[in-house]
């Protein structure tokens, strides 16, 4: 069974870094699909925010992409999420998806919020 | 970016009662859209993809369609367990995007 996991601190002062991790279990993530980050806003609003693919290239979405990078540890089977200078309107629920242009396993999500 | 608009935002229904969810392109997607259904605490599920196909182990109940830009998602004979939030996703181009949101209510 294809299962995700989601890792990292909940609270982030803003203007700092927020760093998460997804471990995939299940299937390898080089072997095919892209994989995503999307966040969920109070208020239920969702952003697909980009991916690395299973080759290793990446995209990310035009409204993040100053501030965004997504790599990843094949070794481990997990990738990871960096969003810099980070405000309280980053405060949202992130989730890691494997993507095939739909999103078919999703991880079950790991509040943030960013405040000091 | 494309635009999704998603209606209604909330609806209320009775059990083993049909409703309807729509999500209006911007654009044509080309039926590039899928549906997911999320519950409260959990992650959002696959319902249907490619505007009509259901994904698997997804009840017949559910079902999709669409007419040029507009899509609709169909659920009938509401179950107790179908109450959540519906949202739409286009992933005809990037970035992807997603409908606001609807939330169902069972009487």
């Known amino acids: 069974e294809i299962q995700l996991q989601e890792s990292g601190p909940g609270l982030v002062k803003p203007s700092q870094s927020l760093s998460l991790t997804c471990s995939v279990t299940g299937y390898t993530i080089t072997s095919g699909y892209d994989w995503s980050w999307i966040r969920k806003f109070p208020g239920n609003k969702m952003e697909w925010m980009g991916y690395?693919?299973?080759?290793?290239?990446?995209n990310y979405n035009p409204s993040l992409k100053i501030r965004i990078s997504i790599t990843r540890d094949t070794s481990k089977n997990q990738f990871f999420l960096q969003l810099n200078s980070v405000t309280t309107e980053d405060t949202a629920t992130y989730y890691c998806?494997?993507?095939?242009?739909?999103?078919?396993?999703w991880g079950q999500g790991v509040m943030v919020t960013v405040s000091s | 970016d494309i635009q999704m608009t998603q209606s209604p935002a909330s609806l209320s229904a009775s059990l083993g009662e049909t409703v309807t969810i729509e999500c209006l392109a911007s654009e044509d997607i080309y039926s590039n859209l899928a549906w997911y259904q999320q519950k409260p605490g959990k992650s959002p599920q696959l319902l249907i993809y490619d505007a009509s196909s259901l994904q698997d182990g997804v009840p017949s109940r559910f079902s999709g369609s669409d007419s040029g830009t507009q899509y609709s998602l169909e659920i009938n004979s509401l179950q107790s367990e179908d109450a959540a939030t519906y949202f739409c996703?286009?992933?005809?181009?990037?970035?992807?995007?997603f409908g606001a949101g609807t939330k169902l209510e069972l009487k």
């Open positions: 998806a494997r993507e095939g242009y739909n999103f078919d396993y």
């Open positions: 690395i693919s299973n080759s290793g290239s990446t």
């Open positions: 996703q286009q992933h005809h181009d990037y970035p992807y995007t």
